[in-house]
């Protein structure tokens, strides 16, 4: 038996996990000694947008342009029927007529499945390589659809034998960042740089099952100091595997890799760095100790962004008027956007019955009125204050979707005054331009800073990589991490970014 004490010792500095290892397979053989079903499943780089043009999705669910998701794959449960592009799971007995209904396919095979209140979720590998930030965290992706409700315009899948399901994509609670994380770089969460470490998530809904796979862990080599739970609060969800019950998934998002090259090896090869099993037991019991639903990190602190910039209101008034000297004429008519939040809270968005297009509780999101290019002449300004520089936020994303499929198809993201910066704008001597940015959004590029806007048709990739003119599109805006807090600022707390529409009149 190995000592507890020997394994904090021994694995704090332990060697980061590439693939399947000794332990690993101690860990499972132990399970299925205490009576277990371990499955294999994996984690896999996914292109929505890709997916979506080979019409094996309707929607791109709010993807953001240029950074990477990662989703486990699953096998079905015991007993539960496999998809048509599934392998049947372990023992499975196509002939017993209590088989559950099998997981829908939507997205792509094992994306989406159901749970037992019983099961455990275990990834066991190694963080991505250095990034401005990245996350893991379970979702609660479709549910059953209410009678009588009309879902004619919302995102849904489903036929007589798995049920009519609606996408709901809320977060079960916070994100699991680089800045919370436990793994052998960061032990208990200890501050450091968690990438390329040894880390474990154990997804439960039952404290119990939580214990057991900590302590066949713990007995298989692994140190507690690299465990993180991911837990899902029983009393939000519709756990089981029966028709119309949750189908849940798992998300791992990066953004910024320090090294691009190799961030995105890492992504693409993402399957090699970790292990996923899926664990059940082999005689169910009833969920005694539930998960109850967590306090979020708080998000508030003690001053807000009007407070740091008490002028905001006048130098978002002055840019704005800069801008219009630069690029309004006659040939162009102006329309100001108008920005809202983009989607409600996690919990409130499954109590509501309304899709939260699979939050991130580590971001704010705001979302202009939908509009459209008429000509190839027509362009955006964006503009506002820089949060990178208050403090509010690490990075901000700014993504442009087609309205119809919620494809993210042009954008950027900037982390520091340099990126897009608003200097020419202010006079030399003035130095608050650094707390602003300034940014142009176009099909063609006239001044060679310019985001450009794809096409649609004809797109070489797919369609679902571009919006044609004609086409409603809308704005979205995302600022990432408040600098104190290290999750998202109160949307409340931070001062939007505006939206400057210039189309050449006809």
Not at 143 to 170: M, Q, S, W
Not at 288 to 311: A, D, G, L, Y
Not at 381 to 394: C, H, L, P
Not at 400 to 417: I, K, P
């Amino acid at each position: 038996m190995i000592k507890l004490n020997d394994i904090d010792n021994t694995n704090i500095n332990q060697e980061p996990i590439y693939e399947k290892d000794r332990r690993i397979e101690y860990f499972i053989k132990l399970l299925e000694k205490k009576g277990f079903i371990v499955q294999e499943g994996k984690i896999q780089y996914i292109d929505i947008l890709k997916l979506v043009s080979e019409g094996k999705c309707s929607s791109a669910l709010g993807n953001i342009v240029g950074a990477p998701y990662a989703t486990y794959i699953l096998p079905p449960a015991p007993n539960q029927m496999p998809s048509p592009a599934q392998r049947p799971p372990k023992g499975y007995d196509p002939d017993n007529p209590s088989n559950y209904p099998p997981n829908l396919d939507f997205v792509q095979t094992g994306v989406h499945y159901k749970l037992r209140s019983d099961e455990a979720i275990v990834l066991i590998g190694q963080t991505p390589p250095p990034s401005a930030y990245f996350c893991f965290r379970s979702y609660l992706a479709l549910v059953e659809n209410k009678p009588e409700k009309d879902y004619r315009d919302k995102v849904t899948d489903g036929d007589d034998l798995t049920g009519y399901y609606h996408f709901i994509g809320a977060s079960l609670g916070d994100q699991i960042n680089n800045y919370f994380i436990w793994t052998n770089k960061t032990p208990y969460g200890a501050f450091g740089k968690p990438f390329d470490a040894s880390t474990i998530i154990i997804t439960t809904a039952d404290k119990r099952i939580n214990q057991q796979m900590r302590d066949a862990l713990n007995v298989s080599g692994f140190c507690h100091s690299i465990m993180n739970n991911d837990n899902i609060p029983l009393d939000l969800v519709n756990m089981g595997l029966e028709k119309g019950k949750d189908h849940f998934s798992f998300v791992m998002r990066a953004n910024i890799f320090q090294d691009s090259l190799a961030g995105w090896d890492y992504i693409y090869n993402i399957e090699k760095y970790f292990t996923v099993l899926r664990i059940i037991p082999q005689k169910p019991y009833p969920c005694s100790h539930p998960w109850s639903i967590p306090k979020m990190r708080t998000r508030e602190i003690c001053t807000n962004e009007f407070q740091v910039i008490p002028t905001a209101r006048n130098t978002l008034d002055y840019l704005r008027n800069q801008i219009f000297k630069k690029y309004k004429n006659s040939q162009y008519h102006v329309i100001d956007l108008d920005f809202n939040l983009a989607a409600i809270e996690n919990y409130e968005s499954i109590l509501q019955d309304v899709n939260t297009w699979i939050d991130n509780k580590d971001t704010i999101y705001v979302k202009t009125e939908s509009f459209q290019f008429d000509s190839d002449d027509d362009f955006l300004i964006v503009y506002g204050v820089n949060s990178t520089q208050t403090g509010f936020a690490d990075f901000i994303n700014v993504s442009l979707y087609g309205d119809e499929l919620w494809n993210g198809v042009a954008g950027t993201v900037f982390s520091d005054e340099l990126q897009y910066p608003a200097s020419e704008y202010f006079p030399e001597c003035d130095k608050n331009g650094k707390n602003y940015y300034v940014m142009k959004l176009a099909r063609q590029s006239t001044e060679g800073n310019e985001v450009i806007i794809p096409y649609s048709t004809d797109n070489p990739k797919g369609f679902a990589y571009g919006v044609d003119n004609n086409q409603k599109v809308f704005l979205v805006i995302r600022m990432y991490i408040n600098q104190k807090t290290k999750v998202a600022s109160a949307p409340f707390d931070i001062i939007w970014g505006h939206a400057i529409l210039f189309k050449k009149r006809k």
